[in-house]
């Protein structure tokens, strides 16, 4: 359940405008510190946001590549921040150090694909408390949370929502192995896996909007 005041919600959006002021800023950084929830619903819209601004961009190289207006590709390469990229390879190379049990058995540079990508751990401890003020309202009954995946595919069974949404796989490197638009009014839907992608390690998906996002976690490690 969401209990932030209304004074908390709109720091939030303005800390993701970035537009904070360095007296909202010090604010901010205390509530993030002392409030566990406002932490908590920090963290979901902060991935959220990410995850739309990847899929945007993702989307506009692809128009632009698709099309012949080379000089507008280079522009949009201009566009990409260096730092955000920066920041995603150290928190990568930061991850907790915490591997799944199911990756025993494997050697020490298999292992490295089982570990835990550290945000995403503490979004999927919020969405699954009853207590948590989370962003999660599209319902998803399939796949179950930590399901190992078999012969590259994972089925969707889920609510259908009068709005088109998007999935995105990526490894525990956050790196993307698969995006996907899924159509309004959708119930059941089968996702094939790249095989050539997809070592065996610890991955996650999710299912997202503008409003709304699940994350959850898989693994795959086939021939064990």
Not at 99 to 115: D, K, L, Y
Request: charged content about 25%; glycine content about 2%.
């Amino acid at each position: 359940m969401n209990t932030l005041t209304q004074e908390q919600q709109i720091l939030i959006e303005q800390y993701l405008l970035q537009e904070l002021t360095v007296e909202q800023q010090a604010i901010f950084d205390e509530l993030v510190r002392s409030n566990a929830q406002f932490a908590e619903v920090v963290l979901l819209e902060d991935l959220m946001l990410t995850a739309l601004q990847e899929t945007a961009l993702e989307e506009s190289l692809e128009s632009v590549t698709n099309g012949s207006e080379y000089s507008d590709f280079c522009e949009l390469l201009l566009d990409i921040d260096d730092n955000f990229a920066m920041q995603q390879n150290i928190e990568s190379m930061l991850a907790s150090d915490h591997i799944a049990p199911q990756a025993s058995g494997f050697s020490t540079h298999e292992a490295q694909s089982f570990r835990v990508v550290e945000e995403y751990a503490k979004a999927l401890s919020a969405t699954q408390r009853s207590d948590s003020a989370t962003i999660e309202e599209i319902a998803v009954f399939l796949p179950p949370n930590g399901i190992r995946c078999k012969n590259f595919q994972l089925s969707f069974r889920i609510q259908p929502t009068d709005t088109p949404l998007k999935l995105r796989i990526e490894n525990n490197r956050k790196q993307t192995i698969l995006r996907l638009d899924i159509a309004d009014n959708t119930t059941d839907f089968v996702v094939q896996l790249p095989q050539d992608r997809c070592p065996n390690g610890r991955y996650y998906w999710k299912l997202y909007d503008r409003e709304s996002m699940i994350i959850r976690e898989f693994f795959i490690w086939e021939n064990q």
